[in-house]
């Protein structure tokens, strides 16, 4: 009987191994997620990342740190959450600082969880693009009304020092610059009557030294 008890207890300790052995080979299976990247249009910063091509039904976890320092901090608004992408606006504000951020997956089924992937090194200020302005056109007596505002995430991030180029190309190619405020309106009183315009706007900050493209061109006739 004290055999058959030994047996029993080889056997039960064999089994738990065996369990815990497949437990770690299952965490080591989940793969970290992909392409971890922030990307940045008016100081709004996203960190976008790839599912890994082996699961699915998965939570994702990001920490962020600033450069230099070494503790990792956890994004309480980006813990366990399915979609693939992470609103880092808030925690990203200071433009001055350059970030890391790292993403790594769960699994709340089997408990197990994969490695970390990080992002590039990112700066809200060098590395976020500037969006062209909208742009508004029209024909008076008074002559050609141009107006141009600036996106509404830029101006609630800037807040102000928000200029715009305006850039207006006469029939013959020729091209004037006009510099104007964001928001405030243009009028050209020496243009031609039946005559055909294109305007392009440019978003400037100087304070950041960053610039939009150019918008897409908006032509008009004059009456």
Known sequence: MERIGNLNRLLLGALLLWRLTLRATTQEMLAPPGQVRFESTDFKNILHWAAPTNSSHLQYHVQL???????????????????????LSGATSDVREWYYARVRVSCAASGSKS?????????????????????????????????????????????SGVDNNIYVVHPGGQEEVY????????????????????????????RHMKSSDRSAAKCITTD
Not at 67 to 84: F, T
Request: glycine fraction near 4%; include cysteine.
């Open 115 to 159: 490695a970390w992937a990080m992002s590039r090194r990112f700066s809200p200020r060098w590395n976020t693009k500037i969006s062209p302005p909208s742009v508004r056109l029209n024909s008076t007596k008074q002559g050609l009304v141009v107006q141009v505002k600036a996106s509404r995430v830029l101006m609630r991030k800037v807040h």
């Open 179 to 206: 510099e104007v405020a964001s928001g405030s309106k243009l009028t050209l009183t020496e243009v031609k009557p039946r005559t055909h315009y294109c305007v392009q706007a440019q978003t400037v900050v100087p």
């Open 65 to 87: 740190k600033i450069y230099g320092e070494l503790d990792w901090l956890n994004v309480s608004h980006c813990q366990g959450i399915p979609r693939h992408h992470c609103d």
